[in-house]
Each structure stands twice: as structure tokens, then as C-alpha cells.
């Protein structure tokens, strides 16, 4: 540019209001420059579910093996706990924290402590604390410290042990402020812009302390772990199945209809595991899949084939690498043919029993079964997963009589869970499709062999097992943190039996891997490894099995 124009430009810069206007060009009439808090909360609370269900459903779903591809000819590196490079495969979690969240998140922050609106400023930095503890969970080191620090064009990455340490201190700040909120004893237009908990502090304070209970409890194969202060955090979380945070959708447009909904048509290639069958079935917990053994829940939360004659009502799952062998059986056969017997023993896709292609796809229909529903809500954390924390820490720490009271409230919270009217949340569809699990089966659930009926019974893999099933088809991120916690395939010292028993790795793991397992997901691969590979390079990221390296939460 030359001192000509320079000039010019400065002049016109400094002439009156009228050439100011005109300039203005971050100003738009149709577009609010300031928007309020209330118009940007919304937003960031739907941004959580679809980035959860597609890295959680697309990936670290078939990790957990809480569901799998169902034919072997589709089976791809993620049933073999392997990576694939590429622009924005597994990036959801990445794109939610650093694009949608913390943009967003920060706004409300500055907004709120500007319009004095404490409730908001506690509720932004509740979203911040478990958005990082999410991510670090899921990536390990990750920018932290430097995160949304203007004028930089890379980030340093800071250390996990780093981002847990700034994870605790953002959640007790968030108490401080939701508590200054509370003794007003006003939420302010908070409760039409809280889509979760319409604007009640109280229970965003039990959040808030479910994410410290996280946070405490993800280190329990370390020497500082204090099972005590998990059980208090516990303690201050949910109470009741009312409290569980819980993300609605409208279901009239594909970006507020469920992921997992049939509207959106992403689940069709996915079928349940022969793992949760058999947790379900009574095959693995009872050792028998007799009909008194077979858990209540399973028809609530499984799709039964067409054929029912397997000995415990035609529920079936498919494994890492093998897939569904009828899978590729179609069209119309002699009746009792061999193929016709065959094709009626394929697994079903989730959406309902005997169901193998989408009955609405791009139709705003009330199909489905369990969460797999347009307007099913996507949980982000119960009441079912805090007792099994607590019971687990009791456990570690010797209070077997404690641990065997939370086990117990856990698998209740759980039938709760499905059970509950989820109607007075912005009209949500209910989990159960007919009517809710009877009382009388519950009980009879409780009295089996499914569930230990002493504290001196009771074993880490009870909890454990039990816990899986309270979190199948949503808290799968938080189940790879508890097999992560176990190396997959560690053994109880009290038993000498795999913790996570029958569950099997997938054989042969992906060739990526070089014989291990995966323990965490690269950085987004289009922004970090195109502008801040000195960082990556520093971290190991650039190794080919990076996402095999241990996470800092599971060491000792």
C-alpha cells in the first residue's frame, strides 16, 4: 500500500458519524452484534448430543463393543480398535470443545460477569470443566492454558495431569458462582434458555459435582486416589433420575432430531455386541440364560431377531472381525428352508425387534426403541453412573457394606432411568415403548443370580459389568475410561477373573496398532497436523501408534 492511500484511508477514517457508518462493515441490521445470553446458551447445549453420538456411536462405541458393524464385508479399523488418517474422522469431541463450545462458552462467561448474571457465568463454566474433562479423556494432551488465547496461530499442548488439575479448579469457580446465583434466589431468563434443567442451580451444582466425582475417580490406579472425596462428590451429585442431565431434541429438522433416531439413519450398520447380550441374557452374570436369568431391561433395550428359538428369546450380537454370518441373507426363500431359517437368525438393528432396514428414513416417525428414537434424549450423566462410582470407591477403599448399598441403588437408578416420564422435558420421548418395567420384574431382577445378594459377595466385576449396562448405547465415553482404568482385560486380585469377564479384544487387532490396544484419538487431524506439528511432534503424535499409548488417568 502506498503513503497515497494510506493517507486516504486514515482521513476517511477520521471524518464524522455519517462516514463512520458507512465504514462499519462488522455491523449487520439483520444479525445481533450483542446477542444475550439467553439467545446463545440454547445453542451450546445442543452442540453436546450429535459431537457425543457420532464420535461416541461412529467410534468408540465399537471400542466398549456396545455395538458393532454387522457385516464382516463393512467391518472397518474402529472394530478393530484401530485409526484411520484422515481429515475429520473422530473430530466431533475436537470441533465441539475448541469451535463450538469455547467460543460460545466464553462469550457467556464475559456476558455475564459484564450484566452481573452469576447464574449464567456458573452454568458456562460448568460446560467448560466437563467439556475439557471430555477431551483430554478422549485425546489425552490437548491446548489448555492457551486455548482461545488471542493472536496465536498454534497452541502449546499442556499434560493431562495439567488439564485435570485446571478441570477441578474451573468446576469449584462454577460452584462459587451458580451458589451467588442461587442466593438471589432468581435465575433470570436462565430458565427459558436452559434446555437441560430449566434454569433450577441446584441441580446444575450436582453436575458440577458429578464432574468432580469424575475427575477424582478416573484416578483410581493412583497412589493419591482418595476413594472418600469421590463418595463426598457423590454424594453431592444426583439424587434422583430427575436430576440426570439430560439434552432434548425437537426432532423437526435433521440437526435437532436425535443421531441415533431413525430420521438421521446412521445407526443401520450398526448391531448390538454378544457382549451386552449375554451381560443381558443372564449368560454372563448368571451363568445361565434361562428365563428366570434374562434381565427385564433387555427387552428394552435390545432387538430381538425374527427366530427366538436360541434358548433365551431370539437375542443375538455380533463380535469385532466376524460380524453377523446371516447378515448377508436376503430376499424371500421356501419356508423352512435352510436359507429362510437362517436369514430369521440375523441380528436386528437397534431401532426394534425383527427390524433390518430403516422404517423411516428423512420421516419424522415415532420408531425406535430405547434411545434409538428422533425425540429420545441423549443422556450426559445419571444417577445409575454416580452409584456405581461410589460403589466402586467404597469398594477400592474396603467399605464393602457402602459399596454394596451404591451397586444396588445403581441398577435401580437404572430401571428408574427407563422407567421415568421424560414427557416434561420439551415433550422428549419416553425410553420405554408400551409401558414401563413392571415392579414385580424388577424385584425378580434383583433376587436372581444376576445380582449378588451380600456385601460379602459382592466383586469389582459385579459393579463393573453392572455399570456397563447403566451406560450401553450413551456413556460409552466414560466406559472407555473404566476399561482404559482396567487395561481392557486386567484381572480382579479378589477373584483372579477378567474384570470386564467374557469381554473379548478383537482378534486380530488393527494392524495399526502393533499388537495393543487403543488407549486415546489423535488431535484433529486437519487443523493440528497441518499448523501445529511442532507441538504434535513433541507430544509423540506423530508416531503411527500414538493412539496405543497409555493415558496418563490409568497409570499408577
Known amino acids: 500500500m502506498t503513503k497515497k492511500y494510506l493517507i486516504i484511508i486514515l482521513a476517511a477514517l477520521t471524518m464524522g458519524t455519517g462516514c463512520k457508518k458507512y465504514l462499519d462493515i462488522n455491523s449487520d441490521p439483520d444479525t445481533t452484534q450483542n446477542p444475550s445470553n439467553r439467545s446463545v446458551l440454547p445453542q451450546t447445549l445442543s452442540a453436546i448430543p450429535t459431537a457425543l453420538q457420532s464420535d461416541g456411536g461412529l467410534y468408540v462405541a465399537k471400542f466398549v463393543q456396545n455395538w458393532l458393524t454387522w457385516n464382516s464385508a463393512n467391518q472397518n479399523v474402529y472394530d478393530a480398535q484401530g485409526y484411520a488418517w484422515s481429515g475429520g474422522t473422530m473430530a466431533a469431541t475436537w470441533t465441539l470443545t ?5 467460543p460460545n462458552i466464553n462469550y457467556i462467561i464475559d456476558k455475564g460477569l459484564k450484566d452481573n448474571e452469576p447464574q449464567y457465568v456458573g452454568v458456562a463454566l460448568a460446560l467448560k470443566a466437563w467439556s475439557f474433562l471430555h477431551t483430554t479423556d478422549y485425546n489425552s494432551d490437548i491446548p489448555f ?12 499442548y499442556d499434560s493431562q495431569a495439567v488439564v485435570y488439575k485446571g478441570v477441578d479448579s474451573l468446576c469449584r469457580l462454577a460452584l462459587q458462582y451458580l451458589d451467588q446465583g442461587i442466593a438471589r434466589g432468581n435465575s433470570g431468563t436462565l430458565s427459558g434458555a436452559d434446555l437441560v434443567y430449566s434454569g433450577n442451580l441446584e441441580k446444575w451444582k450436582k453436575f458440577v459435582y458429578g464432574t468432580l466425582a469424575r475427575v477424582w475417580h478416573h484416578q483410581s490406579n493412583k497412589s493419591t486416589y482418595k476413594a472418600d472425596s469421590v463418595i463426598k462428590y457423590v454424594n453431592n451429585a444426583m439424587t434422583t433420575v430427575d436430576d440426570d442431565f439430560c439434552v432434548p431434541f425437537d426432532a423437526n429438522l435433521n440437526n435437532n432430531s436425535n443421531y441415533f433416531g431413525t430420521f438421521r439413519d446412521n445407526a ?35 432387538a430381538a431377531s425374527q427366530d427366538t428359538t436360541n434358548g433365551n428369546g431370539g437375542y443375538r450380537g455380533v463380535e469385532p472381525g466376524v460380524g453377523d454370518p446371516y447378515s448377508s441373507l ?68 474396603g467399605d464393602r457394606s457402602t459399596a454394596y448399598t451404591a451397586y444396588r441403588a445403581g441398577i435401580q437408578a437404572h430401571f428408574d432411568f427407563i422407567n421415568r416420564s421424560y414427557g416434561n422435558i420439551r ?6 415403548n408400551n409401558s414401563p418395567i413392571s415392579a ?31 451406560l450401553w448405547a450413551w456413556g460409552f465415553f466414560e466406559t472407555w475410561v473404566d476399561m482404559r482404568r482396567y487395561h481392557y482385560l486386567d484381572l480382579d486380585p479378589d477373584t483372579g477373573d477378567q474384570v470386564y469377564k467374557s469381554f473379548k479384544m478383537p482378534v486380530p487387532l488393527s494392524a ?26 513433541r507430544i509423540g503424535a506423530l508416531q503411527q501408534d500414538y493412539h496405543t499409548k497409555e493415558m496418563w488417568f490409568s497409570q499408577p
Do not use: C
Request: proline content about 3%.
Open 98 to 102: 475448541y469451535l463450538n463450545h469455547g
Open 145 to 156: 492454558s492457551e486455548a482461545f488465547k488471542e493472536g496465536l496461530y498454534s497452541f502449546k
Open 268 to 302: 443401520r450398520l450398526w448391531r448390538q455386541s454378544t457382549f451386552i447380550v449375554g451381560l443381558l441374557d443372564g449368560t454372563t452374570l448368571a451363568g445361565s440364560s434361562v428365563g428366570y436369568n434374562r434381565d427385564p431391561r433387555m427387552s428394552y433395550m435390545l
Open 330 to 397: 436376503t430376499g424371500t426363500y421356501a419356508v423352512n428352508s435352510t436359507n429362510w431359517i437362517n436369514a430369521r437368525k440375523r441380528v436386528a438393528i437397534n431401532w426394534g425387534d425383527s427390524m433390518y432396514t430403516n422404517p423411516s428414513a428423512n420421516v419424522f416417525e415415532n420408531n425406535g426403541k430405547y434411545l434409538f428414537k428422533n425425540k429420545a434424549v441423549y443422556p450426559v450423566m445419571t444417577l445409575a453412573e454416580m452409584q456405581f462410582i461410589k460403589a466402586e470407591a467404597a469398594f477400592i477403599a
Open 427 to 432: 415433550g422428549a420421548a419416553n425410553l420405554y
Open 440 to 470: 414385580t420384574n424388577i424385584t425378580r431382577y434383583l433376587n436372581s443370580a444376576n445380582v449378588k445378594q451380600s456385601a460379602g459377595t459382592l466383586t469389582r466385576t459385579d459393579i463393573m459389568l453392572q455399570k456397563y449396562i447403566a
Open 512 to 537: 495399526t496398532n502393533d499388537g495393543k490396544p487403543v488407549y486415546r484419538v489423535r488431535p484433529h487431524f486437519t487443523s493440528e497436523y497441518t499448523y501445529n506439528r511442532d507441538e504434535l511432534n
